[in-house]
């Protein structure tokens, strides 16, 4: 059990839409991370944010967005919804950028028709 | 651009067999790499963590090896069994912890 947790475990929306997907970190982790894995894909990074600042990027449109909270909550936001956004979204966090293990959490399914 | 290939693709194997799962990546300038179990619809478990100056993490049945230079790394898997069955994803870390992942292995033990 890694304490990393999700929300919600699955969801379902339309074309053009805006969602927000929630993950709650470890305690005492100062280090999230969002991926987003398409069936039969790996997961692809997202962006990562430490201590409340985004600290890097992939190769995403800026209609994906994210923030950190204080309390070791994060969100990911994505607005104007495509068909291919229908993915497992992952969030993972780790107490040091770089060299520590990163814990994931149980992912949230998305669906966009 | 940092690529990481997994092989084979899929591996079907009867109970009791020592596998080895590949992972190859191109840019040798990594942190660490790390092998993770998926199981369908579920989020990645960690399982073992090779920091960029060693050489081999062990962990219970499964050992991990990493050759940073020639870009390569194995999973090996002693005396599989049927709860063995999911997919192994590898992922190396760039300086801020960012993954990038292979595809994975889908392995299939069979009782």
């Known amino acids: 059990e890694t304490g990393v947790t999700q929300s919600p475990t699955h969801l379902i929306k339309t074309r053009g839409q805006q969602v927000t997907l929630r993950c709650s970190s470890q305690s005492g982790h100062n280090t999230v991370s969002w991926y987003q894995q398409a069936l039969g894909q790996g997961p692809q990074f997202i962006f990562q944010y430490y201590r409340e600042e985004e600290n890097g990027r992939g190769n995403f449109p800026p209609r994906f967005s994210g923030l950190q909270l204080p309390n070791y909550s994060s969100e990911l936001n994505v607005n104007a919804l495509e068909l291919d956004d229908s993915a497992l979204y992952l969030c993972?966090?780790?107490?040091?950028?770089?060299?520590?293990?990163?814990?994931f959490g149980p992912g949230t399914r998305l669906t966009v028709l | 651009k940092q690529e990481v290939t997994q092989i084979p693709a899929a591996l079907s194997v009867p109970e009791g067999e020592n596998l080895v799962l590949n992972c190859s990546f191109t840019d040798s300038a990594i942190y660490n790499l790390q092998w993770f179990r998926q199981d369908p619809g579920k989020g990645l478990t960690s399982l073992l963590l090779i920091q960029s100056s060693q050489r081999e993490q062990t962990s219970g049945r499964l050992n991990a090896s990493l050759d940073k230079s020639s870009g390569r790394s194995t999973l090996y898997i002693a005396a599989s069994q049927p709860g063995d069955s999911a997919t192994y994803l590898c992922a190396v870390s760039s300086s801020y912890g960012k993954l990038t992942f292979g595809q994975g292995t889908i392995l299939t033990v069979h009782p």
């Open positions: 993972a966090s780790s107490s040091q950028t770089g060299t520590d293990t990163q814990y």
